[in-house]
């Protein structure tokens, strides 16, 4: 099933198993991380809540500083 051509025909509260490349190398890379006690918390969201604590966005990376220091993220 491509993500593109069925996201648009449902409603906005009903969720997607994204199927690209991209989102099921990054899914594998959280679960290994999780099994091996590397994540204190976890935020399930898009691009912007995975970006948070990305070192290419310093506004981002100070406010996750500010609130999550210390904690490993998923």
Do not use: C
Not at 46 to 60: H, K, M, N, Q, V
């Amino acid at each position: 099933m491509n993500y593109h051509a069925v996201a648009w025909q449902l409603p906005a509260d009903q969720p997607v198993f994204r199927t690209d490349p991209n989102s099921l190398i990054a899914h594998s890379q959280l679960h290994a991380k999780a099994k091996q006690g590397k994540t204190d918390l976890y935020f399930e969201g898009d691009s912007i809540a995975r970006r948070w604590g990305a070192t290419d966005y310093p506004e981002l990376l100070a406010n996750w500083k500010q609130n999550f220091f210390g904690w490993k993220r998923g």
